[in-house]
């Protein structure tokens, strides 16, 4: 019988230095000292998450609101808690000064796989309210035209969207369609 390993600690400064500017180009999502290696994305994966970004862009634009994608990581520390985590799209509203990660988003956005989907749902949910200036998180699925919302002014309570309906982004005050950020569809 071969005994357990205990996983190594690894503080979030050594974290930070190490994932930082990554010359392997891998990136690693970081929860109370133990890192996680990130999947590769899908195609469809790619166009929900750009179909949503350009929207958020342009709709942002001129406004102190800045968009991001999936190289920004979102940083979470409390207490007893510290998470460093890679959402496919944020939007921040507030002057935020670390060059590799936001802790004030407004709102983020993840696009579930079969491999993500219960991870995102649960532990990332759990962590991204712990952010104060987090109002919205939003779910979409990468192969199926199906939107959730979670919102803080709900008590994170889901709402769920889906074709030829609209939702809007209360944070940034944008009204969108199901079917644009699934156009690829057909």
């Not at 929207?55 to 007893?80: A, E, R, W, Y």
């Not at 959730?148 to 309570?157: A, G, L, V």
């Amino acid at each position: 019988m071969s005994a357990l390993t205990k996983p190594t600690y690894l503080s979030p400064e050594d974290y930070l230095l190490g994932e930082n500017d990554r010359p392997d180009g891998l990136k690693y999502e970081y929860v109370n000292g133990q890192t996680y290696l990130m999947a590769g994305a899908s195609r469809g994966h790619n166009l929900v998450a750009g179909n949503f970004f350009l929207s958020l862009g342009l709709h942002l634009k001129g406004s102190p609101c800045q968009v991001f994608q999936s190289d920004m990581k979102v940083g979470i520390q409390t207490l007893n808690d510290t998470r460093y985590y890679y959402p496919d799209v944020q939007v921040t509203c507030e002057e935020e000064t670390a060059n590799h990660f936001n802790t004030a988003p407004c709102l983020i956005v993840e696009v579930l796989s079969s491999s993500t989907a219960r991870k995102d749902r649960t532990e990332k949910l759990a962590g991204y309210r712990l952010i104060p200036a987090l109002q919205e998180y939003v779910l979409c699925s990468q192969d199926t035209p199906v939107v959730e919302i979670y919102r803080k002014r709900t008590e994170w309570h889901m709402e769920l969207y889906t074709r030829q309906q609209r939702f809007l982004l209360e944070s940034i005050n944008l009204e969108m369609q199901v079917d644009d950020l699934y156009s690829f569809l057909g």
